[in-house]
Structure formats: C-alpha cells, structure tokens
C-alpha cells in the first residue's frame, strides 16, 4: 500500500507561482511512476505531469510543458509540481498518483493504482 498527501494548493493570480508537494509513505517501489493529474469541474482527469522514482525520468503533458516542472526528493519521499505563468484555466483539483507504466502510457489514469486526495489550485484573473 502506498499512501499519498498532497498539499501546497491555494488562490493566487493570473502569471503567479505555486509549489505543489505530495509526501509518498508505506511500500514505495524503486520503479514506480508518481504522476500529477487534475480536474477541472465538468471535465476528465488530465494528466500534467509524471517522473519515476529511481532516476527521475520526466513525461509532461505537451500543453504544460515549459510552465511546470515535477521533481522529487527521494530523502524525503516527496513530489514536487513547480507550476509557473499560471493562467485561470489551469484552476482544477491537483492529484498525485503512483504507478508502474513507461512513456505515453502513463499519460492515462488507468496506469496509477494509488491517488491522494487533490489540492484545489485556483487562479484568479
């Protein structure tokens, strides 16, 4: 089992910055994916960003790419979102989720059997 905690969500305006940050505990395996996914009301699940836990290979969602950057401290179990330029449409629900997938296949939900709760992230205009 694999628990995840996200936090670092909030208000902030148009072209403003946010860190997001989820703490990952229980049995983290060397080749799992933590992927960064978000909702928007009445729209699916979009996947933003993912990186894997042993060498930090990243895959980015090419609509954000350029704008957010994941990372992860392995010390710390932890998964960073630095999200940069934020526009209005980037206000959505944020998830960190865990997996085990590889290039364009962890681009789906259905790759990642754990997810914590979801920050909200709104941007004002």
């Known amino acids: 089992q694999v628990q995840l905690v996200e936090s670092g969500g909030g208000l902030v305006q148009a072209g403003g910055s946010l860190r997001l940050s989820c703490a990952a505990s229980?049995?983290?395996?060397?080749?799992?994916?933590m992927g960064w996914f978000r909702q928007a009301p009445g729209k699916e699940r979009e996947f933003v960003a993912a990186i894997t836990w042993s060498v930090g290979g990243t895959y980015y969602s090419d609509s954000m790419k350029g704008r957010f950057t994941i990372s992860r401290d392995n010390a710390k179990n932890t998964v960073y979102l630095q999200m940069n330029s934020l526009k209005p449409e980037d206000t959505a629900v944020y998830y960190c989720?865990?997996?085990?997938?590889?290039?364009?296949?962890?681009?789906?939900?259905?790759?990642?059997?754990?997810w914590g709760q979801g920050t909200q992230v709104t941007v004002s205009s």
């Open positions: 229980g049995r983290i395996f060397s080749s799992v994916v």
């Open positions: 989720a865990a997996g085990f997938c590889s290039g364009y296949g962890c681009h789906g939900p259905n790759a990642y059997g754990y």
